[in-house]
């Protein structure tokens, strides 16, 4: 193998590694935000649904980064206060579990999104959910759901 691409390839995984690295500390440093605004009494509900939502896409970016469920799980923590984020926390779950072939647990997290979508009236959404609890019970061997 020529040395420049090896050299190249060990160049983009630093720059990987760096950028993940970035975006652990910028959750940290939200989650440190929100806890203090809580403590000292400042939180206002806009400022703390805008830390909010910033650190749950963050946790969703990184648990697609590193594939980890401890990621995706933090993202529902963070978003309970907001049904439309928490949704889509439960469908980067369900998604996540697809991956994994636990499939149960996929639709058990899609049925969460779903009932979420129906009671918003977020029928774009809806639609994504019922497609993706048809692949779920299509990858299940159930065709005929």
Known sequence: SDPKDNFD??????????EEKSQLQEL????????????????????LAELYKTATDLCVVLSKNHS????????????KHD??????????LATYYRKVGQYPAALQYL?????????????DSRVDTHLAMGTVHSQLGRHDC
């Open 9 to 18: 390839q060990l160049k983009a995984d630093v720059s990987k590694i760096l």
């Open 111 to 123: 049925d969460k999104a779903l009932v979420i979508h129906v009671r918003l009236n977020d029928d």
């Open 68 to 79: 980890k469920l401890s990621y995706l799980e933090r993202a529902v923590q963070l978003s």
């Open 28 to 47: 940290e440093d939200l989650e440190r935000k929100i806890n203090k605004l809580k403590q000292t009494g400042q939180d206002n509900a806009v400022t």
């Open 83 to 92: 049904d439309q984020m928490l949704a889509t926390a439960y469908s980067s």
